[in-house]
């Protein structure tokens, strides 16, 4: 079975421009969650979506949004980039309601602004 | 707030040994507590899940242990080994927080 698949695997963009970030959750995976590892940080919480609603949001500025598809899959658009905002993005799924369940992470997206 | 705190932030051992990483937390009003794997530069592999109620898991040569009223869990990795090198992490699901929260890691060297 697959597991959570993140894409694309590397992305570099100009500051200023817009990143989008695609994950798709392991099958039958209802809730889906974005983190943020800057370099030598630790993970930041990003968004948490569950059966297409957004459940939560961490303490990022609002040029940091997502959405999730009726598939369950979702994105994280990431607008006006800053440098700072290079880092790897990963993305994880869970059963049901957060935080009954196993999460399982994908491989990630670095992100890198130049 | 969650805080959650791992110690040592580094540790090397010999290969063979029996190790203990640290985890512990603020906030006892957890769901669960997760610990998680990651190599350099990729994603993170989920390890062992102790829900609330319970007190240890064990797979393969990892067990863990959970003390929710003291806020504390231990993972121990028995004869360890040179592929055991990576850093483990721990978090912890809290209501009120509606997120998991991850501690800062311990970066485990297993010398050969």
């Known amino acids: 079975e697959a597991g959570v698949t993140q894409s694309p695997t590397h992305l570099i963009k100009t500051r200023g421009q817009q990143a989008t970030l695609r994950c798709s959750p392991i099958?039958?995976?209802?809730?889906v969650y974005w983190y943020q590892q800057a370099l030598g940080l630790g993970l930041q919480f990003l968004l948490w979506?569950?059966?297409?609603?957004?459940?939560n949001r961490g303490n990022f500025p609002p040029r940091f949004s997502g959405r999730q598809f009726p598939n369950y899959s979702s994105e994280l658009n990431v607008n006006a980039l800053e440098l700072e905002d290079s880092a790897l993005y990963l993305c994880?799924?869970?059963?049901?309601?957060?935080?009954?369940?196993?999460?399982?992470f994908g491989q990630g997206t670095r992100l890198t602004v130049v | 707030k969650q805080e959650v705190t791992q110690i040592p932030a580094a540790l090397s051992v010999p290969e063979g040994e029996n190790l203990v990483l640290n985890c512990s937390f603020t906030?006892?009003?957890?769901?669960?507590l997760q610990w998680f794997r990651q190599d350099p530069g990729k994603g993170l592999t989920s390890l062992l899940l102790?829900?609330?109620?319970?007190r240890e898991q064990t797979s393969g040569r990892l067990n863990a242990s959970l003390d929710k009223s003291s806020g504390r869990s231990t993972l121990y990795i028995a004869a360890s080994q040179p592929g055991d090198s990576a850093t483990y992490l721990c978090?912890?699901?809290?209501?009120?927080?509606?997120?998991?929260?991850f501690g800062s890691g311990t970066q485990l060297t297993v010398l050969p």
């Open positions: 994880a799924s869970s059963l049901g309601t957060g935080g009954l369940t196993e999460a399982f």
């Open positions: 099958s039958g995976h209802t809730s």
């Open positions: 979506y569950d059966e297409g609603e957004e459940r």
């Open positions: 906030d006892s009003a957890i769901y669960n």
């Open positions: 102790i829900q609330s109620s319970q």
């Open positions: 978090a912890v699901w809290t209501g009120s927080a509606r997120q998991l929260t």
